[in-house]
């Protein structure tokens, strides 16, 4: 730091006084260097942010792990709903395909190939499960309570779309464990 001393005074046993007009000038240019740097930081910060989402939006797929750091970064409200123009309706990968698949039929027919009674799926569902084509993220959907919406706490869940071979195709999202089907 280059600094320039009008009055600095020697006391003669090797130490100075600082005056206090040139001490509180020192001070201030130090103070304006640190917030300097630390909105450099968090412009740093919110840049990777924003090019995470903007490369997410320029991919056509979206694999499992970028939907869940944008659920935590939605639920710790780093990101807004708004930020979430230009992510949904994208194909996930085809291995979350593939476990997502074997876990939504495992929901309705059991391993020996019989219907399930307990199934969650209507005949619709059941019809797009027998022709599967792939899943999409679609929406996020806030399933927190009265009390937490209250307190401001949000919960999002991602909403997917089971798509058939011949497009038709259902929505749901996962709740308590279960499948909620909204569409």
Known sequence: ??????????????????????????????????????????????DKKELFLEEIKNKETISE???????????????????????TNKKLLPEQNA?????????YKSSKGTERSNSPFGYREEEVLNNFSHFELVDWNDSSNYYQAQAGIKNY??????????????????????????G
Not at 67 to 78: A, D, E, Q, S, Y
Not at 157 to 182: H, L, N
Request: aromatic residues 12%.
């Open 1 to 46: 730091m280059i600094f320039k001393v009008k009055n600095k005074i020697d006391t003669g046993f090797g130490k100075s006084i600082w005056s206090a007009e040139d001490y509180n000038k020192m001070k201030k240019e130090k103070k304006e260097k640190e917030t300097f740097a630390i909105e450099k930081q968090k412009e740093k910060k919110k």
């Open 157 to 182: 869940v991602p909403v997917y779309r089971v798509v058939a071979k011949d497009g038709s195709s259902f929505e749901y999202f996962m709740q308590e464990g279960k499948v909620k089907i909204i």
């Open 65 to 87: 792990q970028e939907i869940l750091l944008i659920r935590n970064r939605l639920n710790r409200k780093v990101y807004s709903t708004a930020d979430m123009e230009g992510i």
């Open 99 to 107: 476990k997502g698949f074997r876990y939504m039929y495992n929901l």
